[in-house]
């Protein structure tokens, strides 16, 4: 099948290993550049004790979260620090492993060394897990020659560390940047009970979050660490390498035989361009959640042509809870996370408004759906719900009124950046259909009032 627009084979790159044309063990570098140190081929002064470095760098990195020792074991629901989610699908993840690393550095415990072994010798292709344990083996053996600043050695090398370090750096500060027991993102506004997962997409991050609706209400489970475009996010053209920014639905599974080595384990593909994108004229496709090769285990923040890739073992727990069609996900620039309590307010007033436009196309009644849509009113759709306003297409009628229809499954989630626009998702149903029907609105806020430009087939 045609590959997405994601990656392509110009990125099919050996990870940093036995291949690797350079030596892998690196320092971790400190908060100041200049004692970011790496191993390499050269004789140059070493500014401060490697292993004070690496103590130092460890230090900063257990003060983010207590207790570490605890990640070892996690159940899939498991919550530590009250509502605190450790990274990971699995019992024990190599981002939980590595951590642990980092803090028996700072707390001088001598098993540092052999549990980055362990990690490296359980996960080989975990780059960031290499440089760490060439870094204690360097330390440990006292051969402090051959070092070198971050800003020394060949271009490439130079791109990788810094990839590295920007990748470390991410990991780290995501365990305090987690959002507080109970928080929900801002986005989401109502959510039927047939949904069972929501996605949302930290870009600038570099993480994703998992909730899973339990008794009514979202609660956080999975937080993982995860790569976007190598131009950022705020996609607008095809071939601009962003990861777009907006609230999209998963459509489809690809499994592990219909994609390439380069997409990892599989793929779910999103609604990239929704319909909002199609009305601002925004281009491009091919924008999935997928794994990454299995020659490495993560990729650097900034890698791919736009999609969103985590660790294979991270999306193998994602294709394997999460539903097609249902499942929203959300992908920010910085997530907001609120209090349900604060949503409540916004949530009565647009399901009252949604109620307006259903009793109205129930009944026919041409002036209110006229006030409540745009004159572009599916414009590019010639489905069963026509547009009702001569100014786009005269030949288009409005639909036979059907005072016996109903709404089911509502979802409302809001997506607020140069405009303020809301999704909506409903089963519609009527005893005159033979079946229900999914479908999906699109409103946006003109002039201070809602107005409904899309309502289509999911």
Same mark, same amino acid.
């Given at each position: 099948?045609?590959?997405?627009?994601?990656?392509?084979?110009?990125?099919?790159?050996?990870?940093?290993?036995?291949?690797?044309?350079?030596?892998?063990?690196?320092?971790?570098?400190?908060?100041?550049?200049?004692?970011?140190?790496?191993?390499?081929?050269?004789?140059?002064?070493?500014?401060?004790?490697?292993?004070?470095?690496?103590?130092?760098?460890?230090? /900063?990195?257990?003060?983010? +979260?207590?207790?570490?020792?605890?990640?070892?074991?996690?159940?899939?629901?498991?919550? &530590?620090?009250?509502?605190?989610?450790?990274?990971? #699908?699995?019992?024990?993840?190599?981002?939980?492993?590595?951590?642990?690393?980092?803090?028996?550095?700072?707390?001088?415990?001598?098993?540092?060394?052999?549990?980055?072994?362990? &990690?490296?010798?359980?996960?080989?292709?975990?780059? &960031?897990?290499? &440089?760490?344990?060439?870094?204690?083996?360097?330390?440990?053996?006292?051969?402090?020659?051959?070092?070198?600043?971050?800003?020394?050695?060949?271009?490439?090398?130079?791109?990788?560390?810094?990839?590295?370090?920007?990748?470390?750096?991410?990991?780290?500060?995501?365990?305090?940047?987690?959002?507080?027991?109970?928080?929900?993102?801002?986005?989401?506004?109502?959510?039927?009970?047939?949904?069972? !997962?929501?996605?949302?997409?930290?870009?600038?991050?570099?993480?994703?979050?998992?909730?899973?609706?339990?008794?009514?209400?979202?609660?956080?489970?999975?937080?993982?660490?995860?790569?976007?475009?190598?131009?950022?996010?705020?996609? *607008?053209?095809?071939?601009?390498?962003?990861?777009?920014?907006?609230?999209?639905?998963?459509?489809?599974?690809?499994?592990?035989? *219909?994609?390439?080595?380069? =997409?990892?384990?599989?793929?779910?593909?999103?609604?990239?361009?929704?319909?909002?994108?199609?009305?601002?004229?925004?281009?491009?496709?091919?924008?999935?959640? !997928? %794994?990454?090769?299995?020659?490495?285990?993560?990729? $650097?923040?900034? /890698?791919?042509?736009?999609?969103?890739?985590?660790?294979?073992?991270?999306?193998?727990?994602?294709?394997?809870?999460?539903?097609?069609?249902?499942?929203?996900?959300?992908?920010?620039?910085?997530?907001?996370? +609120?209090?349900?309590?604060?949503?409540?307010?916004?949530?009565? $007033?647009?399901?009252?408004?949604?109620? *307006?436009?259903?009793?109205? =196309?129930?009944? %026919?009644?041409?002036?209110?759906?006229?006030?409540?849509?745009?004159?572009?009113?599916?414009?590019?759709?010639?489905? $069963?719900? !026509?547009?009702?306003?001569?100014?786009?297409?005269?030949?288009?009628?409005?639909?036979?009124?059907?005072?016996?229809?109903?709404?089911?499954? +509502?979802?409302?989630?809001?997506?607020?950046? *140069?405009?303020?626009?809301?999704? +909506?998702?409903?089963?519609?149903?009527?005893?005159?259909?033979?079946? #229900?029907?999914?479908?999906?609105? =699109?409103?946006?806020?003109?002039?201070?009032?809602?107005?409904?430009?899309?309502?289509?087939?999911?």
């Amino acid at each position: 099948m045609r590959s997405p627009m994601c990656l392509s084979s110009k990125t099919r790159q050996k990870p940093f290993g036995n291949n690797s044309p350079w030596p892998t063990p690196s320092s971790w570098p400190a908060h100041n550049d200049n004692q970011a140190l790496t191993l390499m081929t050269g004789t140059f002064e070493l500014p401060i004790s490697r292993r004070n470095l690496l103590s130092q760098t460890a230090v /900063a990195a257990a003060s983010l +979260v207590l207790p570490l020792g605890k990640a070892v074991g996690q159940t899939r629901s498991g919550i &530590l620090n009250a509502g605190t989610v450790l990274s990971g #699908s699995v019992s024990s993840s190599p981002e939980a492993r590595l951590i642990e690393v980092y803090r028996a550095i700072g707390a001088g415990d001598k098993q540092a060394l052999t549990m980055a072994g362990a &990690l490296v010798r359980d996960v080989p292709g975990f780059q &960031l897990g290499q &440089l760490v344990y060439g870094d204690l083996l360097v330390a440990q053996s006292g051969s402090l020659t051959n070092l070198a600043t971050i800003k020394d050695g060949p271009p490439a090398v130079r791109a990788q560390l810094q990839n590295l370090r920007t990748e470390a750096n991410r990991r780290l500060s995501a365990l305090r940047e987690m959002p507080s027991p109970g928080a929900v993102p801002e986005q989401v506004i109502e959510l039927a009970r047939n949904v069972q !997962h929501v996605v949302v997409v930290d870009a600038s991050h570099s993480r994703v979050f998992v909730f899973e609706q339990q008794s009514g209400s979202l609660r956080l489970i999975r937080s993982f660490y995860a790569s976007i475009g190598q131009a950022g996010f705020g996609k *607008q053209v095809e071939g601009d390498l962003r990861t777009p920014l907006g609230v999209y639905h998963i459509t489809s599974r690809l499994e592990d035989k *219909q994609v390439d080595e380069l =997409y990892g384990i599989g793929a779910l593909p999103l609604n990239y361009p929704n319909e909002y994108d199609r009305r601002l004229g925004r281009t491009g496709s091919g924008i999935w959640l !997928h %794994g990454v090769p299995r020659e490495t285990y993560s990729r $650097s923040p900034f /890698a791919t042509e736009g999609c969103v890739a985590l660790a294979n073992d991270d999306m193998a727990y994602l294709m394997s809870v999460l539903q097609t069609r249902r499942t929203p996900v959300v992908i920010a620039d910085e997530v907001n996370w +609120v209090r349900p309590a604060e949503l409540a307010a916004e949530r009565r $007033s647009f399901l009252a408004l949604c109620t *307006q436009w259903q009793t109205a =196309y129930a009944r %026919g009644d041409k002036q209110v759906l006229q006030a409540l849509q745009t004159a572009d009113f599916n414009a590019r759709d010639s489905s $069963s719900f !026509h547009n009702v306003s001569s100014k786009v297409d005269a030949r288009r009628t409005i639909p036979e009124p059907d005072p016996q229809a109903q709404w089911r499954n +509502v979802s409302v989630f809001r997506w607020s950046r *140069q405009a303020e626009v809301a999704i +909506v998702n409903y089963t519609a149903t009527s005893p005159r259909q033979s079946r #229900s029907v999914d479908r999906r609105q =699109y409103w946006v806020q003109e002039q201070r009032r809602w107005q409904l430009f899309f309502d289509g087939p999911v």
